[in-house]
């Protein structure tokens, strides 16, 4: 039986030891296990984190190895190698997909009732391996998906229109990468569609701060990859937000990165990131949302960009 209050966060670079603090200070749970190939890396992170929990709440925070993960409820996987400037997230797929292939198989050797939260990119097609390399059923394999994105868009619309980003609602679709869309004809503030707040605020070329937006969402990873040579801080709340989700059982809606069984026209076959439902299960539902025909056909050719890697990696 699972402990709902254990979780293991396995790479321990920049992003899964943002994720720890993270988690840390969210006070999700009262033990946590680190894991990484660099023994003391762990160890440190473990030993660091561990000094800052008299300003926070009791819990066991601790480097430790695959066998510590057998009643962890959440495992959440940051490892592989990291994106480099210049590089896309494919970029990085026959690496990871190597990784994947030590690691999954080890965590299904001493846990099967926990909940897999794929971080590592790039993250639908690791996601898809690892839903393949564990036999775990389709809910409790999870990617953190376009949650950041969709984090980033409400961001600069909230600038842009000079309003609380929590104020905002509008989604990031498709792949974690540079085939991804922003679903506009969804788009709202606080229930005003898109275009009417925007014309409230004064602003009138919609066509042109919609493509800047979106480029900007969309290249905002190679951005501050080439300034401060990874991201960790955003991924990390994004993921402790799903993790949040999942232990306090939300039911709620976020763009994870999920295995499609014929939504959006038969797409099959392939994770992709879409809005879900998530609770302690897991994916408890991937939801079919309403797409205009520009957003349906951008959605087919970012399914079939991660179906021909699916495709290359042989799983």
């Known amino acids: 039986m699972v ?33 990484d190939a660099n023994v003391k890396k762990a160890e440190g992170e473990a030993m660091d984190l561990g000094h800052g929990l008299p300003y926070t709440s009791p819990m066991n925070i601790y480097a430790g190895t695959y066998d510590d993960i057998a009643d962890c409820a959440l ?31 080890r965590i299904g050797r001493t846990n ?34 376009t949650v950041l994105d969709t984090a980033r868009l ?3 619309l909230g600038r842009h229109l000079s309003v609380d980003s929590r104020s905002v609602h509008a989604v990031i679709i498709g792949e974690h990468g540079d085939s991804e869309l922003a679903v506009w004809s969804g788009a ?19 066509e042109g701060a919609m493509k800047r937006i979106y480029e900007d969402v969309r290249d905002s990873a190679y951005a501050i990859i080439e300034k ?8 990390a709340m994004a993921v402790s937000r799903i993790a949040a989700a999942i232990i306090r059982n939300e039911h709620s809606i976020m763009p994870v990165s999920a295995l499609l069984d014929g939504q959006y026209g038969g797409l ?17 539902k991937v ?20 179906k021909q890697v699916i495709g290359h990696i042989g799983l």
Do not use: W
């Open 3 to 35: 402990n709902l209050r254990k979780a293991a966060v396995i790479g321990c670079g920049f992003v899964g030891s943002s994720i720890a603090f993270c988690l840390m200070q969210k006070q999700l749970f009262s033990e946590m296990v680190l894991i």
């Open 75 to 105: 495992i959440i996987i940051t490892a592989g190698v990291n994106q480099k400037p210049d590089e896309t997230r494919l970029d990085l797929i026959d690496k990871n997909v190597e990784i994947f292939k030590d690691i999954i198989p």
């Open 112 to 145: 099967r009732e926990g909940i897999l939260l794929i971080v590592s990119n790039p993250v639908d097609v690791l996601t898809y391996a690892a839903y393949k390399l564990s036999g775990f059923p389709a809910n409790r394999v999870i990617g953190s998906g």
């Open 154 to 156: 409400k961001y600069l």
């Open 188 to 206: 709202n503030v606080s229930g005003v569609p898109l275009h009417d707040f925007c014309e409230l605020r004064g602003h009138y070329d919609h």
């Open 228 to 235: 401060k040579g990874a991201t960790y801080y955003g991924i």
């Open 268 to 284: 099959d076959g392939l994770c992709l990131s879409v809005p879900s439902v998530v609770g302690k299960n897991g994916l408890e």
């Open 287 to 306: 939801l079919d949302i309403p797409l205009d025909a520009a957003e349906q056909d951008a959605l087919f050719s970012s399914a079939a960009r991660l």
